[in-house]
């Protein structure tokens, strides 16, 4: 076998191995919560060194950092796929995906707004940038339905829309305090964007 195959061979064993690495990270957070993901249980899952692994990601944080992006990636194709036709629909319709996804991926979720960097770094241009692009999908109907709002009130107007919701979810759904049933949690959903988009003068969906 020439070098280029060995480095080729090399090459496909560090991406399968890097690729595990993320999955068994991404399934204990995912069952169990980010609180008990540890290095060592990630190294053993994967038949490698604790090493490996910084190896392969840096640090502990980077394989955290990989597992988050994976998991706003899917939040914004699943966000992405709502309706546009009736912008008024459409606000309604991300708020009810968020709270699907958020009841099938509660962990990953917290993971990804809950994880604080190791000595305070500061959290990656890239991650923030895609979940901003997440609060944007909210941008367009709200264009539509405000034409006379300028770009600076239609983001913060969007960002305060999804944080809302998020944080209507994330409350709702929180085990430690009383949870509320994803059908309740729709409804309040649906009451609070009925109210908002009422004070904006948008005839809500009824």
């Keep these: 076998m020439n070098n280029v195959q060995d480095e080729s061979l090399r090459d496909r064993k560090k991406s399968r191995r890097r690729q595990q690495i993320v999955e068994i990270a991404r399934s204990i957070i995912a069952t169990k919560g980010l609180e008990s993901l540890k290095v060592r249980d990630v190294a053993d899952a994967a038949g490698c060194s604790v090493g490996s692994v910084y190896n392969e990601f840096g640090d502990f944080d980077g394989v955290i950092l990989t597992v988050n992006?994976?998991?706003?990636?899917?939040?914004?194709?699943?966000?992405?796929?709502?309706?546009?036709?009736?912008?008024?629909?459409?606000?309604?319709?991300?708020?009810?995906?968020?709270?699907?996804?958020?009841?099938?991926?509660?962990?990953?979720?917290?993971?990804?707004?809950?994880?604080?960097?190791?000595?305070?770094?500061?959290?990656?241009?890239?991650?923030?940038?895609?979940?901003?692009?997440?609060?944007?999908?909210?941008?367009?109907?709200?264009?539509?339905?405000?034409?006379?709002?300028?770009?600076?009130?239609?983001?913060?107007?969007?960002?305060?829309?999804?944080?809302?919701?998020?944080g209507i979810i994330s409350l709702g759904l929180e085990e430690r305090m009383v949870a509320v049933p994803p059908q309740m949690l729709r409804q309040q959903l649906d009451q609070f964007l009925d109210a908002h988009l009422a004070g904006l003068g948008i005839v809500p969906v009824r």
């Design 69 to 166: 992006r994976e998991t706003v990636k899917e939040l914004t194709v699943r966000l992405g796929q709502v309706p546009a036709e009736d912008p008024v629909r459409q606000l309604y319709g991300l708020a009810a995906t968020y709270l699907e996804f958020f009841a099938e991926h509660a962990n990953l979720l917290r993971s990804l707004f809950e994880h604080r960097m190791e000595d305070d770094r500061p959290y990656p241009d890239d991650i923030l940038q895609m979940v901003m692009d997440a609060f944007a999908l909210m941008h367009p109907p709200l264009v539509r339905l405000l034409p006379n709002a300028d770009d600076v009130q239609i983001a913060l107007l969007s960002r305060t829309l999804f944080s809302a919701v998020h």
